[in-house]
């Protein structure tokens, strides 16, 4: 059974940074596509940023292109979500996902609980 786990959430001020984890039981390396979800209060959970492919091919929603940077560390079966210059926009749930299928769209096997940011103005 594999489980994401993220960590890293946390209050911050406007134009600060943050670094969130996602650290999987399993090989990362068995997953094909990865990627950061997030949920604001009272809205939808989106997807943010992905990773894929094995040249970690990356893609960010436009709201946090040329801010946010995801990467991963097979070695350490880490999933990373470098987060730039934030704004109270970026306050939400941050979720973790994985999928070992080679496809597209948002639909994942695996998902991590949640890691919570806030950013205040």
């Known amino acids: 059974q594999v489980r994401l786990v993220e960590s890293g959430g946390r209050l911050v001020q406007a134009g600060g940074s943050l670094r969130l984890s996602c650290a999987a039981s399993?090989?990362?390396?068995?997953?094909?596509?990865m990627a950061w979800f997030r949920q604001p209060p009272g809205k939808e959970r989106v997807r943010v940023a992905g990773?894929?492919?094995?040249?970690?091919?990356?893609y960010y929603t436009d709201s946090v292109k040329g801010r946010f940077t995801i990467s991963r560390d097979n070695a350490k079966n880490t999933l990373y979500l470098q987060m730039n210059r934030l704004t109270p926009e970026d306050t939400a749930v941050y979720y973790c996902?994985?999928?070992?299928?080679?496809?597209?769209?948002?639909?994942?096997?695996?998902w991590g609980q949640g890691t919570q940011v806030t950013v205040s103005s």
């Open positions: 996902a994985a999928d070992s299928k080679v496809r597209a769209g948002t639909v994942y096997d695996y």
């Open positions: 399993g090989r990362i390396f068995d997953f094909y596509r």
């Open positions: 990773i894929y492919g094995a040249d970690n091919s990356a």
